[in-house]
């Protein structure tokens, strides 16, 4: 039917109406619901194609998929006519929600906290759902984010977000999902982590403050597995002498114990080494984030499985005499070697919503166009482990999904309808806003 | 007649002891250095003869020339006798540079007022060398055991630097070590880092083009004002305007200090658009320029501080760029490129930490396609015509002054040793190195 | 003798390698010939399976079943598209320095004094179609210095870059980057004025007051000294003569501008004057006050959709050059960095995305609009007959993010090739080895440590003031 067209339209006019306070928030979100869209092309992303069929959303899921499905009586219809789904894309390496303006409105940077150890930081506590970042992001068919801490040592606890929700715990698909450690890094200069000294200028000097960077991470390491093993010794037996609690250690017990995973900001070869050797030594659960010199490291990430968030593709490679399409051509060398990987921005927040640009410009040199696709969906939501509930569009995943009228990685595109957590939501952003305010004038 | 020697022998004894050119002199001051080759760069090699010096100046020099009964003599058997050295650029003689300013450290002192300025400080080019230099000094000594004799030596720092001096590396009074001043004035592409105005390299351009210009405009107004000051203001006076008025007019060359080929050119484009004298110095890649410094006849004073990587291998480093690894083969082929394209240059230590390098560098050159005459006129007769001393130094040549290398074995030899220098007629004797060469 | 020898035997080596990038050969056909390739002309429509013949560094033919001579080089366009080569009309590229921050008004400053031809990044924007660039003074002065616009002819020397003919242009920059350039170094030094925006318009129009009675005091001296030869000129003073040639409409205002108010500000200080800007660049809130801008005259040159990297950009919106151009406004996009210089296609493209501009006019934004806004409209910006050969070859239409460049050639030289590209890697990888070999390269067992090596900082540069190349 075509009261869902009609439920848009009018939430549309009526925040259309709200103008004069262009920042598109909302108290509500929208409900869940039944809806289906019918006679569209439907990338799944897991399997093939279907050129002409339905996808059926209810309470929140995908219940159907197929050429032949059946509509649910009472369910909203969407005309896909000329239109393709896709999953909502999904970008694992951003700040999103923790900072407004960086520069000017300090008041808005949430992302570092001051110290280098600090497990206990939780990026789902200061990320803000009335952001104007995040409106302007989904509208663009980016339905997740995994936003990260920076600064430090240990930076803190990323959180996995639906671009959804008037409150944190709304928005939260896994809360804390992985822990961020800034690995020391080779290079100096440029963008800083906020904590960090002022970084030597002689390598050999760097490489030590490096070592002693390192020796206090894996301090704190072995201190929360001894924690975490004290505590569970008192559960079991009272009679043992009560340890007190640690907000700082507690944290950490599920990454010692590789029951979650570890992101390691790492660019460079040394750096990414390291790494991986420090987590194997560690028994933790890696993923490099970052990566600019992931191919060269390619046949010791295949090895040791570790995958990596790919956030260089459109940086200016790292070397004078670093090939042009060192880092274009980044993600197609993984794929070739075998080596787990996805796409992101890297960005804070405001570059989020040129995901697509980042995986199209991969597929420019080398990765095939459905690889690319892949790794702004299903590949980020198998390295995060959510590939159970996000990433493709398959019976029982959350229903985040993005309507568009052409290729999803194509910038000629538009997009159409947007669903995240089975929810329509309204194409509008504090950018439509302003355009509607201002086109206009005369 | 006795009574006339007599007084003649008076007046003479009375000139030695007033004249204050001669109140350091030994009282032997007459040598001869016999048997030995002499390569005199004027003419040809001369495979055994007779080096005499007298009264601080070459007096004879040839196969045929014997040592006088007065001299001393030097047995030159295995030695070569080659002109004085001369180092084309050097910082030599001035007094301890101040500490630069630590970034984020406590504001520099400032320094104790000079003397009056229209110009801050980096802008003065009325600053003469001559009215600072020392005598004596570790770095002079290291020089002089290098070989070499005679040194142009310019002050350190500043955009418009001052004007240079030509030294001999000897005399006790900073009078006595003058050979000619003032040379050139001279010029870095370098910001002012008091935090004034210029601040960057685009500042120090226009800075440099204003002040020209200014300084045409107060020559042409000082002009008008002399012919008829009735009736007008007197513009105001103005050393450091006054100072660049022989250098636009090209009367004193202007040596600036450039290495890279953008460097070059963009000294190359100012010469031209002012119509300077042009001297380049460091001239690291002039050979990509040659053809406009031989058009616009520029000479080169080119650094011997070749480029070397001094940092080891370390596996997290980034291997070095290829721009850097040319760069270090291609110096060391300059000055053959250059003579072969028609540059005149001269050799310069170009502040060499070690200045038993200096030799070392030259024969890099040699063996990267300079030819061993060339180089040996690179640091004498070259030099000399460049910096306009060419008749009073850069060859042995009887008249010219007394400033002479002397060689065990050949100058540009890996074995060749420098065993005395002359200078104004004095010599040194070289010791060999005690400690094992690095 | 035998280590002589052998080093003679190494100089000879490295002497018949190929010559270094830096000094790029130069690919000189005489003729070349692009067969069925789709040509987007930009102001004669697409044109599908056509012919493009390049002759003495111009385009000297477009059309069907073009003949070749036996000297024409002939490239296969099929499945190709073929464009104008991009003009970034903001770019920092190849400068040694960007700023002059010391003084409030810096036009005696002039990057063509500090270019730089062995930018490595001008290589890879040659690699992303660009051929044309706008080099800017940086924003750290209401009045900043003169710009340079350049042809990219990597590997040449420095004088075959500049742009002949091309209009000089002036820097002018107002709002943050200018009162945050302000901020004192050292304690116990005044800072530099202006603080606020009220000083940005004091300085400017302080700024073009002396540029007027300069003008006069010439002018008046010019006329009285053809009777009086004895009369001492006025000083030449080399920052108020850009400013006269403003006001006599000699040379082109590229101002920096974020926010509506200081762009009104900058049109009524110009009115005042009697001088036009010629751009805005950022210009990111022009969108609201694009009627102003139109009537006025300027163009603006801008990002497609960055936003709230500070405060004064936190209003843009990507539906900018949609706006300003329905409006009227000559808009450009452009890169004000070098990272992002390398895919000015995608970014023009962005402009059909938010905004819904038709392919021609998005193509303008990187083609003809930008070459206009430098005055070089009659030499590039299209391809059509007698203009310059200035164009690039993509293997997909360049508004895909799918595509990427094959050749470009700038006046009818290949500066880019991929494929060339490609074969040159083992032969720089084989230099190298040679290279490395040489003894002023080897490493030295007890040397110092090598330095840590500096990372760029990702992301905008927008006339930062702290960053310097390295």
């Not at chain 1, 010199?293 to 593709?313: Q, R, W, Y």
């Amino acid at each position: 039917m075509k009261t869902l067209l009609l439920l848009i339209l009018c939430t549309g006019s009526v925040l259309a109406q709200q103008i004069g306070n262009p920042t598109t928030q909302q108290g509500v979100i929208p409900a869940r619901g039944t809806f289906a869209i019918r006679n569209a092309r439907i990338v799944t992303v897991s399997g093939p194609d279907i050129e002409n069929g339905t996808v059926v959303i209810r309470d929140g899921k995908i219940q159907a998929v197929g050429a032949n499905v059946s509509v649910p009586a009472g369910a909203q219809t969407i005309d896909g006519n000329g239109l393709s789904v896709y999953p909502g894309m999904i970008d694992a390496g951003t700040n999103m929600g923790l900072v407004e303006v960086p520069q000017g409105a300090n008041g808005t940077v949430d992302t570092s906290e001051v110290g280098d150890l600090n497990p206990n930081a939780k990026a789902i506590i200061a990320v803000n759902p009335h952001s104007a970042h995040i409106g302007v992001t989904r509208v663009e068919g980016i339905t997740n984010t995994l936003t990260a801490p920076t600064g430090g040592l240990i930076s803190g606890q990323a959180a996995l977000i639906n671009l959804l929700g008037t409150s944190p715990k709304e928005m939260a698909v896994v809360p804390q999902l992985a822990l961020v450690i800034n690995y020391p890094r080779v290079a100096g200069g440029g963008g800083g982590f906020g904590g960090f000294q002022q970084q030597p200028a002689n390598l050999s000097d760097t490489l030590a403050a490096n070592e002693r960077q390192l020796e206090q991470i894996r301090k704190i390491l072995r201190d929360a597995e001894a924690y975490g093993r004290a505590q569970d010794a008192y559960a079991k037996d009272k009679s043992l002498p009560r340890p007190d609690h640690s907000v700082v250690l507690e944290p950490l017990v599920p990454y010692v114990r590789g029951e979650q995973p570890v992101i390691f900001r790492a660019d460079r070869e040394a750096e990414i080494r390291g790494a991986v050797k420090f987590a194997e030594e560690m028994k933790l659960k890696p993923i490099i984030l970052g990566g600019n010199d992931a191919a060269k490291v390619a046949s010791l990430l295949k090895e040791k499985n570790v995958p990596v968030i790919l956030t260089g593709i459109l940086s200016l490679p790292v070397r004078e005499d670093d090939a042009y399409d060192a880092l274009y051509e980044n993600a197609a060398k993984l794929q070739e070697a075998g080596v787990r990987f996805c796409i992101s921005t890297g960005d804070a927040g405001a570059e989020v919503r040129n995901l697509a640009q980042f995986a199209g410009m991969a597929a420019a040199f080398g990765l095939p166009k459905a690889d690319a696709l892949k790794a702004v969906t299903l590949y980020p939501a198998q390295i995060m482990n959510v590939a159970d509930r996000l990433g493709s569009i398959e019976v029982g995943k959350m229903a985040n999904l993005v309507v568009t009228d052409g290729d999803l990685l194509e910038i000629r595109s538009h997009i159409r309808y947007l669903f995240i957590d089975g929810r329509p939501v309204v194409l509008t952003s504090r950018h439509t806003e302003l355009n509607d305010a201002f086109k206009n004038r005369k | 007649m006795p009574k006339i020697r007599l007084c003649l022998l008076v007046a003479f004894a009375l000139f030695f002891i007033n004249s204050n050119a001669n109140a350091q002199r030994s009282a032997i001051d007459t040598y001869a250095i016999t048997n030995a080759r002499i390569v005199t760069v004027s003419g040809p090699v001369i495979e055994r003869g007779t080096v005499v010096v007298r009264n601080g100046l070459i007096a004879a020099a040839g196969a045929n020339v014997s040592a006088p009964p007065d001299a001393r003599v030097i047995d030159g058997t295995g030695l070569t006798v080659y002109p004085g050295l001369i180092d084309s650029y050097t910082n030599l003689a001035l007094p301890e540079a101040a500490p630069s300013p630590s970034p984020g450290g406590a504001p520099p002192r400032p320094a104790a007022p000079g003397p009056n300025s229209t110009q801050p400080p980096g802008l003065q080019p009325e600053v003469m060398v001559e009215d600072v230099i020392r005598p004596g000094g570790n770095e002079i000594e290291a020089s002089r055991n290098t070989g070499i004799t005679t040194a142009l030596t310019s002050a350190r720092t500043g955009i418009w630097m001052g004007q240079s001096a030509l030294i001999n590396l000897t005399g006790d009074t900073p009078q006595q070590m003058i050979v000619r001043s003032p040379i050139a004035m001279h010029v870095s592409f370098t910001p002012l880092r008091t935090g004034g105005y210029p601040g960057s390299l685009l500042g120090v351009f226009a800075a440099l083009r204003q002040m020209m210009r200014d300084a045409q405009r107060y020559r042409d107004s000082m002009q008008i004002y002399e012919r008829a000051p009735r009736g007008m203001r007197r513009p105001d006076t103005d050393r450091s305007l006054a100072a660049l008025v022989p250098v636009i007019e090209g009367r004193m060359p202007v040596v600036m200090l450039a290495n890279s080929e953008r460097e070059i050119s963009r000294a190359l484009d100012l010469a031209e658009e002012f119509k300077l004298r042009l001297v380049i110095a460091g001239g690291r890649e002039a050979d990509r320029v040659a053809d406009r410094l031989a058009k616009q006849k520029v000479p080169v004073l080119l650094s011997l501080n070749l480029p070397k990587r001094t940092t080891a291998a370390i596996p997290e480093a980034d291997p070095e760029p290829l721009r850097v690894l040319r760069e270090r083969v291609e110096a060391q082929q300059t000055a053959g490129k250059l003579a072969k394209a028609g540059v005149r240059f001269a050799f310069q230590s170009g502040s060499l930490t070690n200045m038993s390098d200096l030799l070392a560098n030259a024969s890099r050159t040699i063996e990267n396609g300079l030819s061993q005459t060339d180089a040996l006129r690179a640091f004498t007769i070259w030099p000399a015509e460049i910096l306009g001393v060419q008749n009073q130094l850069g060859s042995i040549e009887a008249g010219k002054i007394a400033n002479l290398t002397v060689v065990r074995g050949d100058l540009f030899d890996r074995n060749g040793r420098v065993t005395h220098v002359f200078i104004d007629g004095r010599p040194f004797e070289i010791k060999p190195p005690q400690e094992s060469k690095q | 003798m035998r280590r002589f020898i052998a080093k003679l035997l190494f100089v000879a080596i490295i002497a018949t390698l190929p010559l270094s990038s830096v000094r790029a050969q130069k690919q000189t056909a005489p003729e070349t010939l692009i067969r069925n390739a789709t040509v987007l002309t930009v102001t004669r429509g697409t044109l599908q399976n056509t012919d493009v013949l390049l002759r003495n560094g111009k385009i000297a033919a477009v059309g069907k079943n073009l003949n070749a001579s036996a000297n024409t080089r002939i490239i296969d366009g099929t499945g190709k598209y073929v464009m104008p080569g991009i003009i970034d009309c903001h770019s920092h590229s190849m400068l040694d320095t960007i700023n002059e921050g010391t003084l409030s008004v810096t036009s005696m400053v002039r990057t063509a004094d500090v270019l730089n031809t062995t930018d490595v990044d001008l290589y890879r924007e040659l690699a992303g179609g660009v051929t044309t660039l706008n080099l800017l003074h940086g924003s750290a002065n209401p009045i900043g210095g003169l710009n340079t616009v350049v042809k990219i002819k990597y590997g040449r020397a420095a004088n075959e870059f500049l742009f002949p003919g091309a209009m000089p242009g002036i820097k002018f920059a107002l709002g943050e980057n200018v009162k945050r350039s302000s901020t004192p170094n050292q304690p116990g030094v005044t800072r530099r004025y202006p603080n606020t925006r009220m000083g940005v318009e004091e300085t400017i129009r302080d700024a073009f007051t002396r540029a007027r009675d300069y003008k006069r005091t010439w002018d008046e001296y010019r006329a009285a000294s053809k009777n009086d030869k004895s009369l001492i000129p006025p000083r030449r003073d080399l920052q108020l003569e850009p400013l006269v040639e403003i006001l006599e409409g000699k040379r082109y205002v590229h101002a920096h501008s974020y926010i509506a108010s200081e762009i009104l500000m900058l049109i009524n200080v110009a009115d005042e004057f009697g001088f036009k800007i010629k751009t805005f660049q950022h210009a990111l809130e022009g969108y609201k006050v694009a009627k102003e801008i139109a009537a006025h005259g300027a163009g603006a040159s801008i990002f497609a959709d960055s936003w709230a990297y500070k405060i004064e950009a936190y209003d843009a919106i990507p539906y900018n050059a949609a706006i300003m151009t329905r409006a009227g406004v000559v808009v450009s996009m452009n890169s004000d960095s070098d990272e992002r210089a390398r895919r000015l296609n995608i970014e023009a493209a962005k402009a059909m995305h938010w905004g819904d501009l038709t392919e021609e006019q998005a193509l303008k934004l990187i083609t003809l609009n930008p070459a206009i806004q430098l005055g070089i409209q009659e030499r590039v910006g299209s391809i059509e007959v007698g203009k310059d050969a200035d164009i690039a070859i993509w293997n997909g239409h360049p508004f895909s993010v799918y595509s990427r460049v094959d050749t470009t050639f700038i006046d009818g030289d290949v500066y880019f090739d991929r494929a060339q590209d490609l074969a040159r890697r083992p032969e720089l990888a084989k230099e190298r080895a040679a290279l490395e070999q040489a003894e002023p390269n080897r490493p030295r067992p007890k040397g110092e440590s090598p330095q840590t090596p500096r990372r760029r900082p990702s992301g905008h540069e927008d006339d930062d003031i702290e960053v310097e190349k390295p």
